[in-house]
Every structure is written in structure tokens, then in C-alpha cells.
């Protein structure tokens, strides 16, 4: 999801994201008689706890899923494709810290996840709770910033396109899930994750602050730029909890629909 630096970060203060959330997390009804996913479509694999690879594996499997969700996976309700992946609105409200906003993002984009390499995945055979490690080379974010604040110390006011550029992502996600079961099978009730994540790089630009000032506006733009790793450290819990809300919602209804077995046979029944 994303990684947006200005949007992000930390805390307490959230309010948020409910419009996306709301958008994405619903919850689908099961009509048994046309059940998309009655038989284990061809392209995930399945693994075994009791199988000696069982890492790599998993990881394998991730991987096959993220690859097919790039293009959309058919049958597959309320989830489009990741790349690119359309968000309509994105809310951030943060009051205190290094970073102090009111913002929104609409009509954002976000491309890049079409080279998304999952590095290793990890379930639990005691918990069923997953850790991911993905890797993603470059990811561009872009859409309408309406934003009142400050990050660091510069004051950030306006209203017009921006974009923001991160790469060299490395992400860990850990996942926490219950099992359940429905229609014969088991599933995962995705119940939470935590993001972590480290880039190597930032490249950002905000057009229109200052309701079009433009000195302030480039000179600010090119603050941002020069002084991105200690903007994007000031950013990171925002934006990981962003990153978070997007993929818990997607994740649940991914795995709503398709069923845990189909990737670990031997979870067990209750
Ligand atoms: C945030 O901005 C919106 C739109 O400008 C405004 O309606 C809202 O009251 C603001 N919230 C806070 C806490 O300042
Ligand atoms: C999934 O977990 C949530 C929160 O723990 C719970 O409210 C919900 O009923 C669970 N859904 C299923 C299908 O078990």
C-alpha cells in the first residue's frame, strides 16, 4: 500500500482512514450456490506444515498470490487489482509530535506492485498468525493532497497534485488470524496486522502549496527532497498505519473468500 510519506504518521491521533475502510471491508455474503472458489484455483500453491520446506514453500505461495492479485483475480469481490491500485480517499489527522495534520488524499493511484518480491513467509503452526517480508524495488503514489500542518518545521498549506516516489521498500507484516470454518473448509479471520518497514530512497513533490506561491512552493518542495530521510522518519508512523489499514482491508476479503486450505492443507479443523 503505500507509502506515502506525507500522509502518515504517527499515532494517536487517528482518525481515520474509515472511508477507505469502509469501502473495502465489507463483509460478503456467502450465496453457496456459485461459490467462485468451490475448487482450488490453479495458481496457488499448496503447502504443508509437516513438509520439510515449508518456508519457502509459503513463500512461494505468497508470492503466486500477489503476482495474480496484480491483474485481478476473477471472482474475487471487492478486491481490484494492486497495480495500479486505486484509493478514492485517504484521511490523515495528527496532532502532536514532529508531524502536526490535517490532510486528505483523493483519487490516489499507486503503482509498483507489480514487482513485488515476497522475501519469506512465515506461518505459525501454533498461532496461525503469518510474517511477511516484502521487498519493493519502486513505488509511485499519486493523487489530490488537501493538507493543513507542519512536518518538522515547516508549515505545509494547500491544496493540488502531488506524488511521492519511495524505493528500495522493505516491508515486514505481521498478521494475526483465527481459524474458522465455512462451507467445508477452513479460513483465516485476518484479524490484524503491524507494518514495519525501511526505504532507501524518497522523492516527492506537492504542487500548489501556498495557494501557488510558487517561491515557497519550490523551495519548500526541494527541502522536502534534500531533507527526505529525516521527513520520511518524522512520516513513518503515519504512513504505516496507512500501509496497515489498506492491507488488513484487503486481506480480509481476500481471505474471506478463498479458502485457507487451499495454501496450508494440514491447518487443522476445529
Ligand atoms: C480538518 O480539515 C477539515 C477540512 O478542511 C475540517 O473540516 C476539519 O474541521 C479539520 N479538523 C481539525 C481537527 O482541524
Ligand atoms: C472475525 O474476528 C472478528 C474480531 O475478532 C469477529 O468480530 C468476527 O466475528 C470474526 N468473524 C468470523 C467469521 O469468525
Same mark, same amino acid.
Not at 450465496?31 to 472458489?37: E, T, V
Not at 502549496?209 to 501557488?212: I, S, Y
Given at each position: 500500500m503505500s507509502a506515502t510519506s506525507w500522509n502518515v504518521w504517527s499515532a494517536s491521533t487517528w482518525m481515520l482512514l474509515s472511508c477507505l475502510a469502509s469501502v473495502a471491508i465489507v463483509v460478503i455474503p456467502t450465496? #453457496?450456490? #456459485?461459490?467462485? /472458489?468451490d475448487t482450488k484455483p490453479e495458481f496457488i500453491k499448496t503447502c504443508r506444515f509437516?513438509?520439510?520446506n515449508f518456508v519457502d514453500c509459503s513463500t512461494e505461495s505468497v508470492q503466486g498470490l500477489f503476482d495474480k492479485l496484480v491483474t485481478g483475480i476473477e471472482?474475487?469481490?471487492?478486491?481490484?487489482?494492486?497495480?495500479p491500485m486505486k484509493i478514492s480517499k485517504i484521511r490523515i489527522l495528527q496532532g502532536d509530535g514532529p508531524v502536526s495534520v490535517n490532510a486528505s488524499l483523493s483519487k490516489v493511484v499507486v503503482t509498483? /506492485?507489480? #514487482?513485488?518480491?515476497?522475501v519469506r513467509n512465515v506461518v505459525s503452526n501454533k498461532d496461525f498468525s503469518w510474517e511477511t517480508h516484502i521487498r519493493l524495488p519502486k513505488m509511485r503514489l499519486e493523487g489530490n493532497y488537501h493538507m493543513q500542518g507542519r512536518i518538522l518545521v515547516i508549515p505545509l498549506n494547500g491544496h493540488g497534485k502531488c506524488w511521492f516516489e519511495p524505493s528500495g521498500m522493505d516491508i515486514i507484516m505481521r498478521t494475526t488470524t483465527d481459524l474458522y470454518q465455512k462451507n467445508g473448509h477452513v479460513f483465516y479471520n485476518v484479524t490484524a496486522t503491524k507494518v514495519d518497514y525501511t526505504i532507501s530512497g524518497l522523492r516527492l513533490h506537492m504542487g500548489n502549496? /501556498?495557494?501557488?506561491v510558487k517561491v515557497l512552493e519550490d523551495s519548500t518542495n526541494q527541502y522536502l527532497n534534500d531533507n527526505w530521510r529525516p521527513v520520511s522518519e518524522a512520516l513513518k508512523p503515519i504512513i504505516a498505519k496507512t500501509i496497515e489499514d489498506i492491507l488488513l482491508a484487503i486481506m480480509q476479503n481476500i481471505f474471506n473468500q478463498i479458502p485457507a486450505d487451499y495454501f496450508v492443507a494440514d491447518l487443522p479443523r476445529a
Open positions: 450465496a #453457496s450456490a #456459485s461459490m467462485p /472458489f509437516d513438509q520439510p471472482g474475487l469481490e471487492h478486491v481490484g487489482t494492486i497495480d509498483g /506492485f507489480a #514487482s513485488t518480491k515476497v502549496l /501556498f495557494e501557488g
